[in-house]
């Protein structure tokens, strides 16, 4: 009887064990995400995912038609376009989310039907951008079933339920928001988001902030976290980059993850100067473990990062880290920057690439690839522009895939070995505009390239109007589909769909495309 006795007990302890472990489960604080879910679908950011390698998970359809469009930008400019427009994202179920520039500096986001662009929902914000050379885009994130939205005041507005037409708004600042509410109207005035949001695989966000005046907290420009149950922490870019001169994360490039995501890659620049640093930072505490000057490979001076660029740092399956920076002298490359290349540590310069500016490396596994013959298990692409009439620039704008172990001799510059073309590719479109280069053809304006790996082949948009596959495996461009009669314009991302559509923005339209 005392055996039953306490066989008993045990089990009423255990259920009571699992019951109280099941309570804490429920109760606990759960604003983004605490959870690593399965797989990701989708497009949930910008260049894909935390590590900006843009390589999508399901094939893009074949690009014979244009399913629908949307405006992203409800009061274009005349002329030429300078300026950059937030990726679209996909959810998992296929909605399509859209960031729209609706006035001057005001935005909202949209929700479509993936399948036939219908409207589900729309979401105005109280966010701006801050200036730049270039408009910056408004960059939303897609985390744990949640649309995080940039707000006013360095806030970011997340949204429940983003494939359904109603969903639950909450506002969460970096900084407290019981600060925020206490004074409002001042932290809209002087506290920005100027970055991509990037989101880890537990839900945590992570940007840049830019401070413009006075507030009650004596904010100084930096970078945010805010952890997946909303708890919220900052870095200046003074004290992260141990540089007075440095005095903000540069602007719309967004913080990348390491592998392990134990480690933010974040670029703080000085606006004056142009110069900056490349940080790595504990992804938890924001304390720096590393810094490394971004340094011209060729002359040794300090790299230029304008605030017009949109390039973002991309970390390979490898753990390297690339990011690209304006040439300095200025235009002894053409224009074409260097894409910058160091290991996980930050403490080995490696083999630059011959084109940097505005550019996000996209990652091509080197098994699509059959013509190569190296070792490197992975390979990049990038933009591969040489703009005409800018230093020696022909106008032969190109697109490639490089070797990121192996060297060349630098086309423009020959005494500094770069990155091994392992494929190029020519524009289409002869240009008028510069008559004195019979070469010249209309340059890819693409920030990040998304990569096919199912089809062997990469989605790259042209200001010609067209959206092009090329093709890997036969280097040419299998299909082609005009979005737009071409204008000159900022670069913008190419994005695959959950069900395989394609999107590209032409001319202040996204484009859905496919079968």
Known sequence: MRTRQTQFCFVLLAVLALLILFSTLVNAPHVIGAEKPAQPSGWPSYAHDEHHGAVSSVAAQPMNVVHWSTPVDLHPPNGEIFRHYGSPLITPANTTIVPVKVGHNSFRVEAHNGSDGSLLWQ???????????FVPGFYPVLTHGV?????????????????????????????????????????????????????DSAGNLYFGFVVLGHTPLQLKSGL??????GAGSWVTAMSASHDTSFKQVATS???ALS???????????????????????DSKTLK???????KDPASGLDSDLPSSSSASPT????????????????????????????????SQKKIPGSFGWDDTASVVDASLVSSYQG??????????????????????????????????SDPIIPRVLVMNEVLTIKGVTPDPEYPQFPNAVREWCINTAAVDPVTRSILANSEDGVLYRWDLTTNQFSQRITLSSGIGEAYTPTVIGTDGTAYGINDTVLFAIGK
């Open 123 to 133: 979401q105005f914000t109280d966010y701006r951008v801050p200036d730049a050379g």
């Open 288 to 294: 720096t473990i590393a810094g490394v000057r971004l």
């Open 224 to 229: 945010a976290r805010v952890s997946a149950t």
């Open 259 to 281: 592998l392990d995501e134990k480690t933010l890659y974040v670029v703080t620049t000085d606006r004056q100067t142009g110069t900056g640093d490349l940080l790595a930072l």
């Open 315 to 346: 970390v390979g399956p490898d753990g390297d880290v690339y990011f690209g920076v304006v040439e300095n002298p200025y235009p002894e490359h053409n224009n074409r920057g260097w894409l910058l290349h160091f290991d996980s540590t930050l």
């Open 375 to 408: 070792t490197s298990k992975y390979l990049l692409m990038t933009k591969y522009n040489n703009y005409a009439g800018v230093g020696t620039g022909d106008g032969v704008n190109k697109i490639a895939v490089l070797d990121p172990n192996a060297t060349e």
């Open 147 to 199: 649309l995080v939205i940039p707000g006013g005041g360095g806030t970011v507005l997340v949204r429940s339920n983003p494939d359904q037409p109603h969903g639950q708004l909450v506002r969460i600042a970096f900084y407290g928001i019981q600060n925020y509410n206490a004074d409002p109207q001042t932290y809209q005035d002087n506290v920005l988001i100027n970055t991509p949001i990037t989101a």
């Open 253 to 255: 490039c967004g913080p």
